[in-house]
């Protein structure tokens, strides 16, 4: 069964050809994927690998965990699966939550 690994600290010009090459060293890399932000295109710095077996994914931790890709040193160890968060709720604008009653944000009342 196929084990799926995260791959953190990834240089931004790493490519997925360079992943499933360097993993391939510790066995056969059934996917690799580099995660890219949706608005710039660009990657955020980290991937999956995912190995054909548990024994493989677990060469390619000791083989490649804090070694480094591309120049950059790298953390691999096990995905975790995705935990359920709230949905995002967009109140327009931003700024957020300043308490100027406290003299925080400059301009208010200090009322300590």
């Known amino acids: 069964m196929a084990k ?13 050809e360079t992943l499933k090459e360097t993993f391939a060293q ?8 580099i995660i890219i932000d949706k608005l710039s295109g660009r990657s955020k ?17 000791e083989m490649f965990n804090g070694k480094e890709i591309d120049g950059r040193s790298v953390t691999v160890n096990e995905a975790r699966p995705l935990e359920a968060r709230p949905p995002r709720r ?10 100027r009653d406290r ?5 208010g009342r200090d009322r300590w």
Do not use: C, I, N, P
């Open 26 to 33: 510790a066995g056969t890399v059934e996917s690799a994927t």
């Open 45 to 61: 710095g980290f991937g999956f690998v995912e190995m054909s077996s548990e024994e493989e994914a677990q060469k390619a931790v």
């Open 103 to 107: 003299g925080f944000g400059g301009g």
């Open 90 to 99: 967009d109140f327009g604008g931003g700024g957020g939550g300043r308490d």
């Open 4 to 16: 799926k690994l995260f791959v953190g600290g990834l240089s931004y010009e790493t490519k997925e």
